[in-house]
């Protein structure tokens, strides 16, 4: 069997979307119960309980999780509120633990894909189990390990697979923590349609003012739910406080996310029609960018005849204000508009340095 075979059956006793919500790091008991009290109390269709028992962190000497103790507060929240309970495993000692404890789903944090020595290790722990095991995006944009990640958890026949979209690491400063990077995990949605995908709006925004707005883009595009921190206090959480939210603030954003039809039957002809307008304008840009590649080779032609350097920082200042400028005058946002232009000089660089070494 292959990915492409897998069904989502398993998905279908869940309410969808599905949300999953909890604290990032349990913290003791009473703050699990009362944030696990409080969710059930604002009546918000949250069937999963989450948090983190072991924490990996990017520097030592911080929060690394409670540990196994974690585990039975995970029970008590089962037994006392009824949600089903979710943590994140990051080798097989984690693994036997949670599966000892009960823990109804298991995910594969962005740190772990990224390493196919930690995800065969993790498979190999979990063979045999039913649990439903989700595997986050890896930390670099890289679909072919998070394909992997998922191919090795198969090759141990474990079947009840999804995945989490938590976004992308990247220097570049923007408004996300990790950016969302939307396109390679829609590659994943159209590879595999039938894995069922969640976003995690948390990880993506960093902060709590975005997570409406990244939740709905997600449901807008097919995913099947979301995972979303959620603290009884978020100022005083011990890791990732500015992303986390009160159950009370979590149950008005759920309330207000709208599921959106996946079938166009009905507007199919209006819809070809605009889809086929933007295929008409693709081909005009790529037409247009073949263009402007032809005259960076002109220029390149030139700055190796003068011994000019390739990179001119002046110019690409120019044209980072223009495009700026542009961007406002057309109501375009500005960081795609900065993206685009940097993916073309960039372009236009490598065009210029093969005319340079005659490749």
Request: overall charge negative.
């Amino acid at each position: 069997m292959d990915l492409k075979e897998l069904k989502s059956n398993w998905f279908n006793e869940f309410s969808q979307p599905l949300m999953i919500a909890g604290p990032c790091s349990a913290e003791s008991e009473s703050q699990m119960l009362e944030t696990a009290r409080r969710i059930k109390e604002t009546h918000a269709e949250v069937p999963v309980f989450r948090a983190g028992i072991w924490k990996p962190r990017t520097k030592p000497n911080g929060f690394e999780g409670v540990g196994v103790i974690g585990l039975n507060w995970l029970k008590k929240v089962k037994e006392e509120y009824g949600f089903k309970t979710a943590t994140e495993v990051a080798n097989a000692h984690h693994v036997f633990a949670a599966l000892e404890a009960d823990v109804d789903i298991l995910w594969i944090g962005a740190r772990s894909t990224v390493n196919p020595f930690t995800i065969q290790e993790i498979a190999m722990a979990l063979k045999g189990t039913d649990k439903p095991v989700f595997v986050k995006n890896p930390v670099n944009p890289d679909l072919a390990l998070w394909n992997g990640a998922l191919e090795r958890l198969l090759g141990q026949d474990i079947k009840k697979l999804g995945v989490i979209h938590r976004g992308f690491s990247t220097y570049q400063k923007t408004k996300y923590r990790n950016n969302p990077n939307w396109q390679i995990a829609l590659d994943f949605k159209s590879q595999f349609p039938d894995i069922p995908m969640l976003i995690d709006p948390s990880h993506i925004c960093g902060n709590r003012t975005g997570l409406a707005d990244v939740t709905q883009e997600a449901l807008n595009v097919g995913y099947q739910g979301a995972m979303i921190e959620t603290h009884s206090n978020p100022d005083e959480a011990w890791s990732d406080a500015a992303q986390q939210i009160t159950p009370e603030v979590l149950a008005t954003l759920i309330s207000n996310l709208k599921v959106r039809n996946t079938d166009v039957a009905g507007f199919e002809k209006d819809m070809g029609r605009h889809r086929t307008l933007i295929s008409d304008l693709d081909f005009q840009l790529i037409e247009l960018l073949s263009q402007r590649m032809k005259i960076s080779e002109k220029i390149g032609k030139l700055k190796k005849e003068n011994d000019i350097a390739i990179f001119q920082p002046e110019r690409w200042k120019v044209i980072r204000e223009y495009a700026e400028q542009k961007a406002v005058e057309t109501g375009m946002s500005k960081e795609f508009i900065e993206k685009l232009f940097k993916a073309i000089h960039e372009e236009s660089i490598e065009v210029q340095n093969n005319i340079m070494i005659d490749r």
